[in-house]
C-alpha cells in the first residue's frame, strides 16, 4: 500500500506560478514511478506528467510542455509539480498516482495508487 497527499493548490492570476507536492507514505517510493494528473469540471481525469523511478525520464501532455516541470525527491519521498505562465485552462484538481510498472505511464489505467487530489483554479 502507498498513500499519497497532495498539497499546494490554490487561487492564482493567470501567468502566474504555483508548485504542488505530492507526499508518499508506505512501500518503497523510489521503487515507483510518479505522474499527475488533472480533472476540471464535466470531463475526463486526463495525463499532465509522469517520471519514471529508473532514470527520472519525464513526460508531458503537450497542452503543458515548457510550462510545468516534474521533480522527485526520493529522500523527501515526494514528487513536485513546478507550473509556470498559468492559464485558464489549467483549472481543475490536479492528482498524483504511483505506477509500479513504467509502461503505460499516459494512461490512468497504468497507475496503482491515487491521492485525494488538489483544487487549482487559474483566474483570467
Known amino acids: 500500500q502507498v498513500q499519497l497527499v497532495e498539497s499546494g493548490g490554490g487561487l492564482v492570476q493567470a501567468g502566474g506560478s504555483l508548485r504542488l507536492s505530492c507526499a508518499a507514505s508506505g512501500r518503497t517510493f523510489s521503487s515507483y514511478a510518479m505522474g499527475w494528473f488533472r480533472q476540471a469540471p464535466g470531463k475526463e481525469r486526463e495525463f499532465v506528467t509522469a517520471?519514471?523511478?529508473?532514470?527520472?525520464?519525464?513526460y508531458y501532455a503537450d497542452s503543458v510542455k515548457g510550462r510545468f516541470t516534474i521533480s522527485r525527491d526520493n529522500g523527501k519521498r515526494t514528487v513536485y509539480l513546478q507550473m509556470n505562465s498559468l492559464k485558464p485552462e489549467d483549472t481543475a484538481v490536479y492528482y498524483c498516482?504511483?505506477?509500479?510498472?513504467?509502461?503505460?505511464?499516459?494512461?490512468?489505467?497504468?497507475?496503482?495508487?491515487w491521492g485525494q487530489g488538489t483544487q487549482v483554479t487559474v483566474s483570467s
Open positions: 517520471i519514471t523511478w529508473s532514470t527520472g525520464y519525464t
Open positions: 498516482a504511483c505506477a509500479a510498472k513504467e509502461g503505460g505511464l499516459v494512461y490512468r489505467v497504468g497507475y496503482d495508487y
